[in-house]
Nanobody, 124 residues
């Protein structure tokens, strides 16, 4: 199983942030993809997940209203207007579930596979 994040890098405040997650080797039932953000010095937080079965999406409190998760081949995450607080590492991960509870405990107990993460820098 392999999950690879792409996109991000350096964005300016107010600009959109676009990330993609390409997964391979996942078996059916383990293909619900989620995105997480970890700001420097802070815990990892779930943003959103999307079902591998029917494309149903679930957003966490921090993801709702700011991020959009979608799937067209890869799983994409869009933030319309980045702020300095959005800087940090972004991870995609695969789970058997896509529901509110998957974001608990930084996803440690609900996500089986993780990408290596990518760094996003937001300039003010």
């Amino acid at each position: 199983v392999q999950l690879v994040e792409s996109g991000g890098g350096l964005v300016h405040t107010g600009e959109p942030l676009r990330l993609s997650c390409t997964a391979s080797g996942l078996t059916a039932g383990y293909d619900n993809i989620g995105w997480f953000h970890q700001a420097p010095g802070k815990a990892r937080e779930g943003i959103a997940c999307i079902s591998g079965v029917d494309g149903t999406t679930v957003y966490s409190a921090i993801g709702k209203g700011r991020f959009t998760i979608s799937k067209r081949g890869a799983v994409h995450l869009l933030l319309n207007a980045a702020t300095p607080d959005d800087a940090g590492e972004y991870y995609c991960a695969a789970s058997r579930f896509c529901d509110d509870f998957v974001f608990r405990d930084e996803g440690r107990n609900t996500y089986d596979y993780w990408g290596k993460g990518l760094l996003v820098t937001v300039s003010s």
